[in-house]
């Protein structure tokens, strides 16, 4: 009995509330302050069932209709996060180089090639230096994010693919979280949210999301009361677009392509649930998936109850990015939600009632 209380505290010792909770995932960043932009690569330790689903209007992404379920090749070996627009889908060659090194990749007679599939967002216009020169950095930050991916802890907020991200109103960022089924398995998500909407409800420190914490990991503060019709008006970044929030969402079931395909549509849910609003004509909101395979197959319900936490987790994911994220010191840019509502000051629960 005692040992089978040592091993569920080592279990939960082990448990970061992020996507690296579940095994055989792990997560590298790689960013450039002055850039401000960066990558984040999300490896897996064997090839993994993957799909993948976009429903912005203006998507950026590499390899994404090879993940559609009725495409041949079932597993993937790694996904990409990346700043830089366009220019980011360099950062899958440079994640594509460092599997090829290490013996990874799909075997084709004596060839391997990794496969990688990506999404980018669009953060060009944040007061970085994109003066780059010939070539964009973005291979080289894959290559170096890549070779940081590390299983269990890592930051959140302005790193990775979510240090140039924004929203109509703060700073945005990288945010991860992970929850449990009823039936045992493991659900995480990891999201760059550089959202044309808002994350929070009008201009009040109170997380759209706030219904699905858990805790108090993005502050704890709920809704507020009443949230006005002003609140629900559409409110987004004006000018040229800098949108397009990003996004994986993965589980240690067994699962098929078809299952894993739902398993974003699911996620997509999550955004729908935290950002206001999403899926734009202007943005690109693409969720990436993934099934470990590490535990077996989930009945109907047991599956349901997966496709319920994908929602959830991604949900509560993005609210985190926000809520970790830090102000960029480029002039100009826009304060990070610590910066806006924590500082010196307490913030109580009729705070933002607009």
């Known amino acids: 009995m005692f040992a089978d209380i040592s091993k569920a505290q080592d279990r939960e010792a082990d448990i970061h509330n992020l996507i690296t909770d579940i095994a055989g995932i792990g997560v590298g960043n790689a960013d450039d302050r002055r850039l401000a932009s960066g990558v984040t690569t999300i490896v897996f330790d064997r090839p993994v069932i993957a799909s993948g689903l976009s429903l912005g209007g203006a998507p950026g992404s590499r390899d994404l209709l090879l993940l559609d379920p009725g495409r041949t090749v079932q597993t993937v070996d790694a996904f990409v996060l990346a700043g830089g627009s366009a220019f980011g889908l360099d950062a899958a060659g440079g994640v594509q180089s460092g599997l090829r090194a290490d013996g990874r990749g799909l075997a084709l007679g004596p060839a391997r090639i990794p496969i990688v599939p990506g999404a980018i967002l669009m953060d060009l216009l944040n007061g970085g230096d994109k003066d780059w020169g010939l070539h964009a950095p973005y291979r080289d930050l894959g290559y170096?994010?890549?070779?940081?991916?590390?299983?269990?802890?890592?930051?959140?907020?302005?790193?990775?693919?979510?240090?140039?991200?924004?929203?109509?109103?703060?700073?945005?960022?990288?945010?991860?979280?992970?929850?449990?089924?009823a039936a045992g398995f493991r659900v995480g998500a990891l999201v760059a949210v550089n959202a044309m909407g808002s994350v929070t409800v009008g201009d009040s420190p109170h997380f759209w999301a706030s219904a699905l914490e858990d805790a108090a990991e993005f502050g704890g503060l709920g809704l507020p009361r009443p949230v006005s019709r002003d609140a629900l008006s559409l409110a987004i970044k004006g000018g040229t677009t800098t949108a397009t929030t990003i996004g994986v969402i993965a589980t240690d079931a067994t699962l098929t392509k078809q299952q894993a395909y739902r398993l974003s549509i699911m996620a997509h849910d999550g955004f729908a649930r935290a950002i206001h609003p999403a899926h734009l004509p202007f943005d690109g909101d693409t969720v990436l998936?993934?099934?470990?395979?590490?535990?077996?197959?989930?009945?109907?319900?047991?599956?349901?109850?997966?496709?319920?936490?994908?929602?959830r987790t991604m949900a509560r994911a993005i609210a985190r990015g926000v809520y970790e994220a830090e102000t960029l010191p480029q002039r100009g840019a826009l304060p990070s939600w610590k910066d806006r509502f924590a500082k010196g000051q307490s913030i109580s629960q009729s705070d933002g009632n607009l």
Do not use: H, Q, W
């Open 289 to 311: 998936s993934a099934a470990t395979g590490e535990k077996p197959s989930p009945d109907d319900l047991a599956f349901a109850e997966i496709c319920l936490e994908a929602m």
């Open 144 to 181: 170096e994010a890549y070779r940081a991916a590390r299983p269990g802890a890592f930051a959140l907020g302005t790193v990775g693919a979510g240090t140039g991200a924004t929203t109509v109103n703060l700073k945005g960022g990288l945010g991860s979280a992970s929850s449990e089924t």
